[in-house]
């Protein structure tokens, strides 16, 4: 489907209108809790705790993905114990004075270990000197305490806790890790009410550091977070799934019953597609059917959209197609004229030079007549030459006229084969709703019949009026199959062609002058029409109606 720059400004502008007046009134209804987020990304840690690849790239995608979906972010990198403390606090404060109902989502990507004589689980700062010494129990920032602080400190918020954490990379060594009983995955947690938590991987196990850009979790997050229709906990679900089909890891869910959460907004209600849709609907540009496409691209209509817009190309491919044909004839009837002048002259000067000869043989004058005769012979070799050339260039666009006949039969066909499809994916939703959404079936459009495809079809009668012609008023029939418009008139041939729309152009030698062409144009609808017409090369011309006998 190519649409052209101005009717891709057309079609901006046409679904910028609408969709601002279906935001604004969906604005006007409610407005929006607040949605506040915390990232932390650790990623640069000593060598001894094993640094990683991926948390920053992780925070970045994660809060792109989330400033799309209206949060308020605050990301972190490289925090030391003093910082993750101080920014959880600060943020935990921040969501208490949000209010009720507001949405919280907090994530954290790197390192983490629980300790498996408490079942306390640990996120990692980046100021942990050696994770095989007993001091990184005090060092490091007790996973609960997050969970705790959310739930207790701000109880009327909906909260999302993600841990992108438990990587492979933490250089634990066997001795020293069975000496202080550390374990590079979490250990599953409680049931929060208001609260889910999300684990990167299932508990005991260890979640990727691996991927260009992000790492696996996070890739998937980011790209799930921002589609519309899909609730929050099935979200997560989804998220579940892909990390799990991509890389063989399983994260881990935890939730009580939570409020219903869009994160990317609900699925669009039915009666907005629906407006949309019957705005669009029976217009005839590719160009604005489009636009629903482009908006629901899956929406009840889009087969309907898709067969219309195929429809209404194939139909403007056809009347380009009768308009170059009849563009084609004009320039062959003009050929035809030149070379019938030509050959009039040529004819006219033989009588001439016959007349001269005559009269020099009368005078005896052998000296002027042997002039004339060498003048005469080279005259008639370039009328000659003239003449072949004409003769040449008339059957160029004779062929031409005929090769540009057999494209619009072409178009025309396929201009029907599309009329028929869209026809059909109609009837076929008319079949499917009928006895179940009579406001569907009331929805669909009607498919306009080609009328240059036989909605003009039969004999018409063409009555021309003018003051300045020699015949002021001047009636004669012509027939209509297809897109094709003939029949005989000031003593020549009549071609020309309609178009879908009623759009008619023919044309026919004039009289008593046929070197001279006589141009139509006007509009056909239902059974009359007017139009104007002029004389190429002559001053006669004035206006017409046309009637279906």
């Known amino acids: ?87 959880i606090k600060r943020y935990v404060a921040a969501v208490r004075n949000a209010g009720k109902e507001s949405i919280s989502l907090f994530y954290y990507s790197g390192h983490g270990v629980a300790n498996p004589e408490t079942q306390i689980n640990y996120l990692i700062p980046v100021d942990v000197p050696d994770p095989n010494d007993t001091n990184i129990w005090y060092q490091s920032f007790q996973q609960n305490d997050v969970i705790d602080k959310l739930s207790k400190q701000a109880p009327g918020a909906t909260h999302y806790v993600i841990f992108d954490a438990c990587r492979n990379e933490l250089n634990l060594s066997d001795p020293s890790a069975k000496a202080i009983g550390a374990e590079k995955g979490f250990v599953p947690v409680q049931q929060t009410a208001g609260l889910l938590i999300a684990y990167a991987t299932a508990p005991n196990k260890t979640a990727s550091d691996g991927g260009e850009g992000g790492g696996p979790y996070a890739r998937a997050l980011a790209e799930e977070l921002v589609k519309p229709g899909v609730e929050a906990v099935s979200m997560f679900r989804n998220v579940q799934l892909r990390v799990k089909q991509a890389i063989g890891q399983d994260p881990w869910l935890s939730f009580p019953s939570l409020p219903e959460v869009y994160f990317a907004g609900p699925k669009v209600p039915d009666q907005v597609e629906m407006t949309f849709w019957n705005s669009v609907k029976d217009s005839a540009s590719p160009e604005v059917l489009g636009t629903y496409l482009q908006r629901f691209p899956n929406g009840e209509f889009a087969a309907i959209a898709r067969a219309l817009i195929e429809h209404h190309e194939r139909r403007l491919k056809a009347e380009q197609a009768a308009r170059e044909e009849e563009r084609k004839r004009e320039e062959e009837a003009r050929k035809a004229a030149e070379v019938k002048r030509l050959e009039e002259e040529r004819r006219a000067r033989e009588q001439a030079i016959a007349e001269e000869r005559k009269r020099a043989e009368e005078a005896k004058n052998n000296a002027e007549l042997k002039r004339l005769e060498e003048q005469h012979r080279l005259e008639l070799v370039a009328r000659t030459e003239e003449l072949r050339k004409a003769l040449e260039e008339a059957r160029i666009a004779r062929e031409a006229a005929k090769a540009a ?85 000031g003593g020549g041939p009549l071609r020309g062609s309609v178009t879908s729309s009623g759009a008619l152009r023919f044309t026919h030698p004039s009289q008593p002058h046929p070197e001279l062409l006589k141009v139509y144009s006007g509009t056909m609808h239902g059974s009359h029409g007017s139009g104007t017409f002029v004389t190429r090369g002559g001053n006669c011309d004035g206006t017409f109606t046309v009637s279906k006998y």
Not at 22 to 38: D, F, I, K, S, Y
Not at 411 to 439: F, H, M, P, Q, V
């Open 1 to 87: 489907m190519r649409f052209n720059s101005i009717g891709l400004t057309i079609a901006s502008a046409f679904i910028a209108g609408l969709l601002a007046c279906v935001v604004g009134a969906t604005n006007a209804v409610a407005q929006e809790p607040a949605r506040l987020a915390l990232l932390i990304g650790n990623k640069n840690y000593p060598s001894k705790v094993g640094p990683l690849k991926n948390p920053h790239n992780d925070v970045i995608l994660v809060a792109a993905a989330l400033k799309k979906i209206g949060f308020k972010v605050t990301v972190v990198e490289d925090a030391d114990y003093r910082t993750m403390d101080t920014s």
């Open 405 to 489: 006949e057999e494209q619009r039969l072409a178009t025309l066909k396929a201009a029907e084969a599309a009329a028929k499809t869209a026809e059909d994916a109609i009837a076929t939703k008319r079949g499917a709703e009928k006895n179940t959404d009579n406001t569907k079936v009331a929805a669909l459009p009607k498919v306009e019949k080609l009328q240059g495809a036989g909605g003009f079809d039969g004999s018409w009668r063409i009555v021309r009026l003018s003051q300045n012609c020699g015949m002021q008023n001047y009636s004669f029939a012509v027939s209509v199959s297809g897109t094709t418009i003939s029949g005989h008139a």
